[in-house]
């Protein structure tokens, strides 16, 4: 078991990592004082494969619960589904401590963090990521927000959980497409942050697929630390620091909303999107093309796309710029000067993105 | 011209008070680098009587600006509000600085917030209180919300504005009403927190209601002065400081739902939970009956009832415990030791509580 902090003064949290991490849970929310009644926001496939053992985990500390499904897809992420579920924590509440927990993926996350950020002007929370994205990535660091129809995550709140609670046994139940997913997060650290990370996961791809404990434990425990580590310095990404964990991002939500979130899943278009600006890098001259290659030779091995299939240039900077307009201006992209250093660049030539996404497909 | 300050750490932010402060409203927002494009919630009142000014001040800073209207009621505090605001500034927005201006009383001023709270996971946003009750009080302070059919408020965030400008130059067209509503809540200031304020009050109301500039600026000053401070020592009302502010508020607001909101307004409805709870003072023996009777004595020459009319004890006891559900338990009342001496009391018997309500019909 291994327990990081995520640094931030008053509202600082740990991370609770490892096999048998979710049998903690119980004693952590006791300690934490988080509450005693438990409103859990999941899906039915893991209330299904996963939702017993937290029942009974929560009974044993005497912690009441409800499980709430939603649907298991974006769509769940709606200012909709956000008033109904409202409207059941009130019926429930009773003017009682309560609190909620995160129970699923990326989706579930987002959404139960930012019903958390607004009921009664904001009740406690707990992450309990089940897929290895959520594990790296998305239970920390306080990013909620639902979509609306015009672009997604276009209303959110920085919301930080009171724990995050990553129980490495459920990512058994995860389909091996999902696995790679989360992997793409994982070499997006190695590339970002630290080398000898990346080098680790070129030795040790395999055992991740096979979800070796120690290796699969060390992979979620590094990525949880580098990303805590980002958070802690740069919570509201108002300093340009934690902007670097966008790398591969948007290209990578281009090519996700340009093929109808369905062509791709998150980790794929990532791993697309981190070929198309280590490529841009290569063309600027920031790395050799040595570096592409490595990068190009991992993302192959763990089994995620070279190319870019079924949806064409056009589309995708069509996308890109409706992305921008709500997002960023100038062409800032995060690009990379060697395997463990990234820089935010602005105003990259369209052109250079054009050609790096062609040369893609 | 005066200048406050909430102290906040590095969510500090100003209040600029008095008659000609619209007008410096320009200079300070370039100042803090708010934004090039504001996007002003009001209503069409407020736009008529006071748009042009607010208008032209913004373009003479260089402001580009677009006026939102909402309906000029407490349902413009609900979810789907929220969402076609959203849906507009995203259409407007197209990527650049946007900030939103509250332009309006307090509903305005707590659907605005919430807005700029959430929108990209929040935006700066200016208050603009155009009632004597938004500037003395919920302008500042950050609790911003929207209701839910459930109950009111019951869905915010605690999210500090960039600025307040308080233009006591608007409270002209204000109808005697409204502005005995706004003393109510200056009035509790000075129950509360300052005694000497209470006596100022004693001795200038006429003129307050007369609207004598130096009196209306230095009672919006004091009373912005007092409400800072309660802030900065407990911005999120979780170290039972800012909680004295709810002085009258509990059977105030139970009075209001219980008339349905339209008997009584804001300020009405305090002036009763105020002698209420000042009677239950009394009965505890707290205070002596002549401190209740000095109470009693300011709050009918500023012209606020003395009386409850038109609503049971049943109906407003099953509106205490409908609010109580949501929001607090142990029957918790803000009572008095002195004029000027607030306390924070639980578990007083609520045979007390009903007897002080029927010795006001």
Redesign the interface.
Known sequence: MHILKVGLKNRSYNIIIGQGALRQLGRHIKALGLGDVAYIITNRFIKKRHGAILDKVLKRARIERRFKLVADSEKSKS?ET??SI??EI??Y???RKIFIIAFGGGVIGDLSG?VA??????VSYIQVPTTLLAQVDSSIGG???VD????KN?????YQPGLVCSEVGFLKTLKPRQLRSGLAEAIKYGIIKEASFFHYLEKRYKDALLLKKPVIEFIVKKCSSIKADFVSRDE?EERGIRTALNFGHTIGHALEAASGYNAYNHGEAIALGMLVAADISRRLGLIDNAVLVRIERLIKAVGLPLRIKGVGLTSIIKAYYHD??????KNRLVLISAIGKARVTEEVPLALIKEAIKSRF
Chains 1, 2 share one sequence.
């Open positions: 200012l956000v008033s409202i409207s009130t019926a509440d009773k003017n930012f950020s607004i009921y009664k002007r904001g990013k909620t927000a609306l129809k015009e672009a276009l209303v959110g709140a920085f509201r921008k307009k709500f997002r960023g201006s």
